[in-house]
């Protein structure tokens, strides 16, 4: 059974910083390009930062110089730094898991990111 869990969402004050982590489970996790998304409310969803198998990364232009993904193959694990929050950054951040060959694609539950004072 495949999973991707979530964690480290929360209530942040604008210019913060938060770390959200993405354990995966069932998956041959270093065959897997991973990324962040997020959804805000009565928003499409959309892509945060992507890393590939190889460590190469992009990133919203939104989040350029201000969120770092990295990934951890060792611990099943991607991880997104975001640092000089923004409300406009709130919203329900996802995990994807995109296998190499584009066989199969698999979400997070989300966890929730609010940037208020």
């Known amino acids: 059974q495949v999973q991707l869990v979530e964690s480290g969402g929360g209530l942040v004050q604008p210019g913060g910083s938060l770390r959200l982590s993405c354990a995966a489970s069932g998956i041959l996790f270093r065959f897997y390009a991973m990324g962040w998304y997020r959804q805000a409310p009565g928003k499409e969803r959309e892509l945060v930062a992507t890393?590939?198998?190889?460590?190469?990364?992009n990133y919203a232009d939104s989040v350029k110089g201000r969120f770092t993904i990295s990934r951890d193959n060792a611990k099943n694990s991607v991880y997104l730094q975001m640092n000089s929050l923004k409300p406009e950054d709130t919203a329900v951040y996802y995990c994807?898991?995109?296998?190499?060959?584009?066989?199969?694609?698999?979400w997070g539950q989300g966890t929730q990111v609010t940037v208020s004072s």
């Open positions: 994807n898991a995109r296998h190499v060959y584009g066989t199969s694609n698999y």
């Open positions: 890393i590939t198998t190889g460590g190469a990364t």
